[in-house]
């Protein structure tokens, strides 16, 4: 697979090309250190995986991705940060990426990658299901419920899912036929029984389950 690297960290740069270049199937061809890197590498590489930093200085990875993906929705965009944050992790999945990796964890970057190759999504290193994330609804069916779920009523857990497809309270309602109201009372309840603290996290709590 053919990648380019941007990160505003030269060391992390450094290192992320000597590891990944070790790998034979992989091929890193060329590195940038912001958005603006991001775009003109990926304009004169088309690489199959373009591995972007989120936070750099000037124009970040998350806009340099949008940009990308809206020239070539196709491409294969794949965070890497430092940090696992929850926020960040639904704008990146909402966005189209197809993975959101930490740095620190170098050993599980070349298999990650090579799922992403395979078409999976992938989350902190794992395969995780491929949600839709454009409000268009649930996939027919329950899918196996997450133990972190196992108190949920089943319209709760409905509820737990289709937060993390991306809806918001509406499309909740009209695609589980409740009122507005009962959707609300429903996250509060997962949320207390859950112990978190926003709908982010129910999302998060589901793509990690």
Do not use: W
Not at 9 to 17: E, G, H, P, T
């Amino acid at each position: 697979m053919r990648l380019i690297v941007v990160d505003d960290d030269r060391l992390v740069v450094d290192s992320l090309k000597i590891i990944l270049g070790a790998q034979p199937q992989i091929e890193v061809m060329g590195t940038g250190a912001n958005g603006d890197d991001a775009m003109a590498l990926y304009a004169e590489h088309a690489p199959d995986i373009a591995l972007l930093d989120i936070q750099m200085p000037g124009r970040d990875g998350l806009s340099a991705a949008r940009e990308i993906l809206e020239r070539d929705p196709a491409a294969r965009v794949v965070f890497l940060t430092t940090f696992s944050d929850d926020e960040y992790i639904v704008s990146t999945l909402k966005l189209g990426a197809r993975g959101y990796l930490i740095k620190t964890d170098a050993a599980a970057i070349p298999p990650a990658l090579t799922q992403v190759m395979d078409g999976k999504r992938v989350l902190e290193g794992k395969a995780i299901e491929d949600i839709n994330f454009d409000g268009a609804g649930a996939a027919a069916g329950m899918p196996r419920r997450p133990a972190a779920f196992a108190s949920l009523t089943d319209r709760e857990f409905e509820v737990a899912e289709l937060i993390a497809r991306g809806l918001d309270n509406k499309e909740i309602a009209a695609t589980a036929y409740m009122g507005e109201g009962t959707v609300r009372n429903h996250i509060s309840s997962i949320l207390a029984k859950m112990g978190l603290r926003n709908r982010t996290q129910i999302a998060i709590a589901y793509l990690r389950g």
